[in-house]
């Protein structure tokens, strides 16, 4: 289960990253966007709560700041058409496997 709320945790975090971008600076005339930020940033930490019953901090942390930045990254090549260039997406591959490796360590609990 620790991993169904890491995941749960990634997405609410990335989803209000994005929404953040449409607040305009956190302006109150955009309170829907505001509102998925706070909501979103709140979801994340209850959710990565519960990820950190069956896993240590650490690891979850690494986890969940690597995989928001890519999740971050794709959402936002489709929402705002920001693109990003080989070498962004070559660092992110990296992230990736990064994560990969964290996974099959034998120094946390599935």
Same mark, same amino acid.
């Given at each position: ?62 986890? =969940? +700041? /690597?995989?928001?930045? !890519?999740? @971050? ?9 920001? $693109?990003?260039?080989?070498?962004? =997406? +070559? /660092?992110?591959?990296? !992230?990736? @496997? ?9 120094? $946390?609990?599935?």
């Amino acid at each position: 289960m620790s991993w169904f709320f890491l995941i749960m945790g990634v997405l609410a975090e990335a989803l209000s990253h994005v929404a953040l971008k449409a607040t305009d600076g956190f302006s109150l005339s955009k309170p829907l966007p505001a509102a998925l930020v706070v909501t979103g940033h709140l979801a994340a930490f209850l959710f990565l709560g519960q990820a950190m019953k069956g896993m240590p901090v650490g690891v979850v942390h690494a986890l =969940w +700041a /690597g995989l928001a930045i !890519v999740t @971050v990254s794709f959402i936002s090549t489709f929402v705002y058409r920001q $693109h990003l260039d080989t070498m962004v =997406w +070559a /660092g992110m591959i990296f !992230v990736a @496997v990064g994560v990969v490796m964290i996974n099959f360590s034998q120094g $946390h609990a599935h």
